[in-house]
């Protein structure tokens, strides 16, 4: 019998991927060793063009209507599915909540990544991924504090992970994957320009580096942790495929694309930092701080992970030299 998987963000960039990565997977697997998985993923509105290009991906996909903000709802709708197709349980859960953006708060964030774990235990759950962000090494970000909120709140919400584990008699599994800064919000437009101003500003040209990541490679590590949970069990680890000193982001763009990397007038950048307390700060920690994720190591693990010339050509909006 396969495994239903349960998994949020399914039509954002994390869920999405995670989905991808479980669906490459199995498509991969000629000799049927590969562990099957059915994929309930949860949307907020399954009539969407979003949800509905998802469920076309895949017969082993269903749409799960409903929110973070009630998550009991949400773990009662998804079980009365898997009775529906004789599974008896939800088998594992991936777990990740937005940090930013309208409406969204610390509290809140914080409140749902708390009830996902506390339903997940309830209802028997065998094993959790959650997707959190890397804080300065795989040991190190258990203490790591930051000036970051959202950084904070995931933090917060590993220790709980942890901690009500612990105290379960049910003993369910988990995985912590710590994600460095997106490779995906690097895209055509002033947003990135802006963006990378503001980066250039804090950084230099070759005084600091910072890491990156693809959103796809976040997936791969998801499934795998999914297939293998013996592997993986009680592991927190930092994700990052490349990093670079803003003269080396240039250069990469300038392989892929035959162009620099996009970037504002510094003024720009200084604005944005100024009015945006969440980004100064975020920006200032990679300077001072910055991530720490173990590349060489991850990349063992996952050879295909990608590197920043790789990602531009592969899954970039960018037109690059290779299409």
């Known amino acids: 019998m396969s495994k239903v998987l349960l998994i949020t963000g399914a039509t954002g960039r994390q869920g999405g991927a995670v989905i991808d990565a479980l669906l490459d997977q199995a498509a991969k697997d000629k000799d049927g060793t590969t562990t099957k998985f059915d994929i309930l993923a949860v949307t907020r509105n399954t009539s969407s063009a979003a949800a509905q290009s998802l469920l076309a991906k895949s017969p082993n996909i269903t749409l799960v209507e409903g929110n973070l903000n009630n998550v009991p709802a949400l773990f009662e709708k998804a079980q009365r599915l898997c009775e529906k197709d004789g599974n008896k349980k939800i088998w594992g ?127 791969v590590f998801a499934a795998k942790a999914f297939s293998d949970p013996a ?51 975020m920006i200032g920690w990679f300077a001072t701080d910055g991530y720490k994720a173990d590349i060489a190591a991850r990349r063992a693990e996952h050879p295909g992970l990608m590197n920043m010339e790789e990602w531009l050509v592969k899954k970039s909006k960018f037109v690059t030299r290779r299409g």
Do not use: C
């Open 231 to 281: 592997a993986w069990d009680r592991r927190a680890v930092g994700l990052a495929g490349d990093e670079l000193t803003m003269e080396q982001l240039g250069e990469a763009f300038e392989r892929a694309t035959g162009s620099p990397a996009p970037m504002a007038n510094w003024l720009l950048g200084s604005v944005l930092t100024y009015l945006v307390k969440e980004v100064r700060l």
């Open 93 to 219: 859960v991936y777990s990740v909540q937005t940090s930013l953006g309208t409406d969204v708060t610390t509290d809140g964030e914080i409140a749902q990544g708390k009830a996902l774990i506390d339903g997940a235990i309830g209802a028997g759950v065998s094993h959790f991924v959650y997707s959190s962000v890397e804080r300065g090494g795989d040991d190190e970000s258990w203490a790591a504090g930051t000036p970051i909120p959202h950084f904070q709140t995931k933090l917060e919400i590993e220790r709980y992970l942890r901690s009500a584990t612990e105290k379960s008699a049910a003993m369910m599994g988990w995985t912590i994957l710590r994600p460095v800064a997106f490779m995906d919000n690097l895209a055509p437009g002033v947003q990135t320009r802006v963006f990378l101003a503001a980066l250039r500003n804090h950084l230099g040209d070759r005084d600091k580096a910072t890491q990156w990541v693809a959103t796809a490679d976040i997936g």
